[in-house]
């Protein structure tokens, strides 16, 4: 039995927190039989003022700033944990992102997993247009401590990982793992279920396309209306479901568009549900992302997903098996064509919702996460 300190700056029992990463990302881990875990959640920060004024200043200047690029910040995370893993003695201490762990001084094995490497997002990302130099140059450090003391570096994409290895040399480069995050999402679907719900799908006479994001530019919902517009042109009957954010400008009245729906309601619950049964196909053309948790839901009701090929996404879509990755620079003619080839062949369509919850079942969830995490615990 592993006796485990799992540590988060954020309430790893909202399942708001990260967008429901964290809390999944626990439960998986709870079900492992081989794991006691004692949470260390959420940690407090005692600079909460002045990385305020700081924030305003940086805006001032037009420059980006958080509170996880603050030294002074890290510091006290650091303080709380060996406080309470002095008490705790866990086996293992497992940091859920950099922050907490970044100038954390233990003589037990430390574990962290994130969802992105600096180096690999700060030229892409938009939350690192506007960051000042001095707040990179921190981050880009705090990374390079944590590789350095830790024994194993858990990333959820390739991109992510190879990143890591090739920008600070990570010696030996074994310590860094690729494993995968699931879905945010209660699934206990079986395949007669998702067998069904394709059923249900293919009898539908329009073709439905769900957009999930909270940024519409960044997510690319233009480039969505667009694929959109294709389909219409060609007489496809098609409609677009709009979840998480508004377009920022008027829309075609087949776009419907929902805006946020939350998921810490019963209510809100059902109607994402809804819509990720009732669609065809998941389209998120994103300009920039890390690892789209949307994906692995999307697996999880068989439904395929398209985006493009940047950040984490090709290990969050697997093309062929539970959709398709597309080059950045490909045009909606591309999508839209791919698209109306899918839905028309009903018997491809099925195999490939199909395998998409296969995928969803051997890759893309958390209680998979929690057995890959435990062997390589196990290993340490």
């Known amino acids: 039995m592993i006796k485990l300190a799992f540590v988060s700056d954020l309430d790893v029992h909202d399942i708001n927190s990260w967008s429901g990463s964290i809390y999944y990302m626990a439960k998986g881990l709870e079900k492992q039989s081989g794991l006691r875990i004692n949470y260390i959640s959420p940690l407090k920060n005692k600079w909460k003022i002045l990385c305020k ?55 037990m094995p430390l574990v962290f997993c994130d969802d992105a490497s600096v180096p690999a997002i700060m030229k892409t990302h938009p939350a690192y247009k506007n960051i000042r130099s001095s707040c990179l140059n921190v981050l880009i450090d705090a990374e390079r401590r944590l590789l350095n003391n830790a024994c194993l570096a858990l990333y959820s994409s390739e991109w992510a990982a190879e990143a890591a290895v090739n920008y600070f040399n990570v010696r030996p480069p074994g310590k860094v793992k690729v494993v995968p995050w699931g879905a945010n999402l209660e699934c206990n679907r079986d395949e007669d279920q998702i067998g069904a719900i394709i059923n249900q799908r293919l009898r539908s006479n329009n073709c439905k396309i769900l957009f999930i994001g909270t940024d519409w530019g960044h997510k690319g919902g233009d480039i969505v209306l667009r694929v ?153």
């Open 228 to 380: 959109a517009e294709c389909l219409h042109n060609s007489r496809i009957p098609v409609v677009v479901d709009v979840l998480g954010c508004r377009p920022p400008h008027e829309v075609p009245e087949y776009i419907k568009v929902h805006g946020f729906i939350s998921k810490s309601n019963p209510k809100g619950i059902a109607r994402i549900d809804g819509l990720f049964r009732e669609s065809h196909f998941l389209l998120v053309p994103s300009e920039a992302d890390c690892t789209p948790i949307v994906f692995a839901e999307a697996s999880s009701y068989g439904l395929p997903s398209i985006s493009r090929d940047i950040g984490g996404i090709s290990t969050m879509i697997c093309s062929g098996q539970n959709g398709m990755v597309f080059s950045f620079d490909e045009g909606p003619e591309q999508y839209a064509s791919y698209i109306s080839d899918k839905w028309s062949d009903k018997a491809e369509y099925e195999e490939l919702s199909r395998s998409a919850f296969s995928y969803y079942r051997n890759d893309l969830n958390w209680n998979v996460f929690g057995k890959r995490v435990i062997d390589l615990l196990e290993r340490i």
């Open 53 to 107: 004024i700081k924030q305003k200043g940086y805006r001032l200047l037009g420059n980006s700033y958080s509170h996880r690029c603050e030294p002074l910040v890290l510091s006290s995370y650091a303080r709380q944990v060996e406080a309470k893993i002095k008490k705790m003695r866990p086996d293992v201490v497992f940091s859920c992102g950099k922050p907490p762990a970044v100038y954390l001084k233990c003589d």
